[in-house]
Every structure is written in structure tokens, then in C-alpha cells.
């Protein structure tokens, strides 16, 4: 089972000191990091502030695969609810929106400040809308909501438990292939209190796409014998664990030499193994090479000889399937296909000959009944 790495949290002191400083926070896991800024609009406190947000590789310049890309989606998503929260504890509120509808912010002192002047001038500052403050408070209450909500899902992560196979065995052996097995499938699976997530990673077999995977996920709750159906909490939570889970395999299959190569027409990505094939002979299991005696006929002004040829290990790639084999065999031309395709090959072959000997019948019979 993998063991989840804790975050590595940044945050500045939220406490304004008079200045038109801004304010940063950082959210790193693996080797990417979120960040957050809390910038005073046009540098002027007075106006509120607004929060920026982006992500990028601990080593800048670095350019990111889609994996890292969907995280750093993720990690934007954590940093801004751990800010919001952040703020709002440290007397930060929303006081109404820009020309983007990006939420402004301000602090309570400045805001303190403010309603003294207004106590002050009571004839030029305008009366606060009702519905406005209305909905400032709302906007209050759901980013209170919010952060508790993040919180509780950072919380159920760490004690969920992850199991994946060990995705660095080959697909397809030898021992498979004599067997007239068909390749293996993959299993993930997540269980968080009473929900839980499935990962397949699943043989394609189509022959368009030779030796491509797929991966099917399922969200189910953790007892499936109880009475009744999953809520909708439930489902949000068991989607949430899907989603770490995901992550969690497709760094496996990265790890274990798998490559995500292309997709299909209905737009799955396909992943194909890259690493070492497992291919066991009778005679690497004896530790032997087989021999044999070659007879030369005599040509010329050569002589005829014997001579004794041994096997040789060789590996190739199946032109068919895709799958690298790995056997022992006495010198000569390069195998094309492995020995299950070379079946299925030969029997395309006979069965296409036959078609042409039947076409060719059929033919020279309508001719000669035509002359007739």
C-alpha cells in the first residue's frame, strides 16, 4: 500500500501592518506547489483586496505532462479553500466584486476604520444596502462551510486505505501464451468509512489498439450487503476518493514502465506496458541450450560437412499483438509474430487462399457456362 505524504503549507501572517503588501500562500505536494496571492487592487488597500491563484513544477521552466496538469488543478482547488478559510478566521470578508465577479476582500480593521469616518460624515457616505449585507454574510457562511468541508476531506484521505497490484508484472508470458491464457487484468481499490472506489485496468483487445489497456472505475459504498442506496454525500465523498485514487494509479503505472500512448475514438486514454516481458523457457529453467547437427551438402568445389548450430536467446516484438517476447531459438531469420499470432496469422492465410481458390472456381464455372 502507498503511503500518502503529507503537504508542506506556507502561509503569511494575515494581519495587515498599514502597507499595500500582498499576501501569499503555498500548497506543495510531490513536486508540484499551488499558490495563492492576496493582492491589494491597484495597490490601493482602501480598494479591497482579490485572490490569484496558479500552480507550477518545483524546478521552474520545467514543462508539465497532463498528470501533473490535473493535479495542479487539484492543489488550486486545496490552497484556495485552505486561504479562505485562513482569512475568514483571521477577520477577513467579502465586501463585494470586481469587474471579473472576482469576490473582494477586506480586513475588519479597515472596515472599522471606515465605519468611524462614515460616523464622522454621515452625509456623504450612502446607508449600507440591506441586501447587500445580506449577502456578504451569506458569502460569509458558505466559505466558512467550505473550508470545514475541505478540512473533513483532507482528514478521511489520510485514513483512507489504498490497495493496487503490483502493475510491474508483465501482461502477457510465455508460460500465459502456451497456457492459451488471455492477457491479465490489474486491480485498484480505495475504502474510506462507508464508501469505497474500483479501479480496472482492463485488456482493450481490440486489434487496432494491440497490447492497450484501459482503466473502468466504480464507486460503490464500503458494505454493498446493507439495505439501501448510496446517498448523495456519500457519492460526493466516494467521487473525492476516486479522484485521489486515480491519481494514485496512474503514478503506479508510470513507476512500472507503463506509457499512456494514445486514446481511442471514443476518447479513453490506452495504456501500454513498456517494460521487460517475463518469457521462461524449459531450457533457461534447466540452465541448457539445445543443440543439433547440421548437415552441408557438397556444392562445387566445397565439400560436405556437418556442423553443430545451438539456440540462441533471442527477443522481438509481436507485429501483431505488440507484446515483447523473449525465446530461445537456433540462428536464422527474425521471428515476425509471436507463437499464439503465428496460429491466428497462418489461419488468415488459409482462410484467404481458400476464398481466392473458391473466387477463381466460381469464375472459370460462369465462363464456361456462358460459352455454352
Not at 488550486?76 to 477577520?91: A, H, N, P, V, Y
Not at 473550508?147 to 493496487?164: G, Y
Not at 510491474?168 to 497456457?179: D, F, S, V
Request: aromatic share 6%; proline share 4%.
Amino acid at each position: 500500500m502507498a503511503q500518502r505524504r503529507q503537504p508542506k503549507i506556507e502561509i503569511d501572517d494575515l494581519q495587515p501592518d498599514g502597507t499595500c503588501r500582498s499576501f501569499h500562500a503555498s500548497w506543495q505536494e510531490g513536486t508540484l506547489t499551488a499558490h495563492a496571492w492576496l493582492e491589494p487592487i491597484k495597490d490601493q488597500p482602501a480598494n479591497g483586496y482579490v485572490l490569484e491563484y496558479t500552480y507550477n513544477h518545483v524546478q521552474l521552466n520545467r514543462r508539465l505532462t497532463e498528470k501533473q496538469i490535473d493535479t495542479g488543478r487539484l492543489l488550486i482547488s486545496k490552497i484556495r479553500e485552505f486561504m479562505t478559510g485562513q482569512m475568514l478566521l483571521k477577520g477577513w470578508s467579502i465586501v463585494g466584486q470586481d469587474e471579473r465577479r472576482r469576490p473582494i476582500w477586506q480586513h475588519a480593521s479597515r472596515l472599522k476604520t471606515s465605519s468611524a469616518s462614515k460616523q464622522e460624515q454621515p452625509a456623504r457616505a450612502p446607508k449600507e444596502d440591506s441586501l447587500a449585507k445580506a449577502r456578504r454574510e451569506l458569502d460569509r457562511t458558505i466559505a466558512a462551510h467550505k473550508a470545514e468541508q475541505a478540512k473533513q476531506e483532507t482528514a478521511r484521505l489520510e485514513q483512507a486505505t489504498f490497495e493496487i497490484d503490483d502493475l510491474a508484472k508483465a501482461p502477457y508470458t510465455l508460460e500465459m501464451q502456451a497456457r492459451h491464457e488471455s492477457p491479465r487484468w490489474y486491480h485498484a481499490r480505495a475504502t474510506a468509512g462507508d464508501v469505497q472506489a474500483h479501479i480496472t485496468i482492463r485488456y482493450y483487445g481490440e486489434p487496432a489498439y494491440p497490447g492497450g489497456y484501459i482503466l473502468d472505475e466504480q464507486i460503490d459504498r464500503a458494505n454493498r450487503d446493507a439495505p439501501g442506496t448510496m446517498g448523495k454525500k456519500q457519492e460526493q465523498r466516494a467521487r473525492v476518493l476516486l479522484d485521489e485514487l486515480r491519481s494514485r494509479v496512474h503514478a503506479a503505472l508510470i513507476r512500472a514502465g507503463w506509457l499512456k500512448k494514445c486514446t481511442t475514438t471514443r476518447g479513453v486514454a490506452l495504456w501500454f506496458y513498456d517494460g521487460k516481458q517475463e518469457s521462461v523457457t524449459s531450457d533457461q529453467a534447466t540452465g541448457k541450450s539445445a543443440r543439433r547437427v547440421v548437415a552441408v551438402p557438397a556444392r562445387e568445389k566445397v565439400a560436405a560437412y556437418t556442423r553443430t548450430v545451438q539456440e540462441q536467446e533471442i527477443t522481438f516484438t509481436c507485429e501483431r499483438c505488440g507484446l515483447q517476447v523473449e525465446k530461445q531459438q537456433y540462428p536464422g531469420r527474425m521471428p515476425r509474430y509471436c507463437e499464439r499470432c503465428a496460429k491466428e496469422v497462418e489461419r488468415e492465410k488459409t482462410r484467404a487462399r481458400v476464398a481466392r481458390l473458391r473466387a477463381g472456381k466460381k469464375l472459370a464455372t460462369s465462363k464456361t457456362t456462358g460459352k455454352r
